[in-house]
């Protein structure tokens, strides 16, 4: 059986804003040396270009107005877990919906 094809899962990122200590940016496109993740800054993930662009309004607003938070882009990797590969048996289940 062929491996599933990656190319589309390639620089995909999450974007998580971090606190730091210690550490003066000089410019919105740094990283500190050590971050602690606080939380997501969205649900979804972003292309390299869409992850840039947050990165730099973010970290350039945080720089003087949040001193210790900054964005950080998280390359990640998208899987399915149960999704099954092709030419593999798969036992239908009945989708139960719920009440209105």
Same mark, same amino acid.
């Given at each position: 059986m062929n491996e599933p094809r990656r190319e589309s899962y390639r @620089?995909?990122?999450?974007?998580? =804003?971090? %606190?730091?200590d210690n550490w003066r940016p000089a410019g919105w496109d740094e990283t500190p040396p050590v971050a602690v993740a606080v939380a997501p800054a969205e649900n979804d993930c972003f292309t390299a270009d869409e992850a840039a662009a947050?990165?730099?309004?973010?970290n350039t607003c945080a %720089? @003087?107005? %949040?001193?210790?938070?900054?964005? =950080?882009?998280?390359?990640v990797v =998208?899987?399915?877990?149960g999704d099954p590969l092709p030419g593999e048996k798969i036992r239908p289940r009945?989708?139960?919906l719920r009440a209105r």
């Open positions: @620089d995909l990122f999450r974007v998580w =804003i971090a %606190s730091y947050y990165l730099e309004g973010f %720089s @003087d107005d %949040s001193p210790g938070l900054w964005a =950080i882009a998280v390359p =998208i899987r399915y877990e009945r989708l139960r």
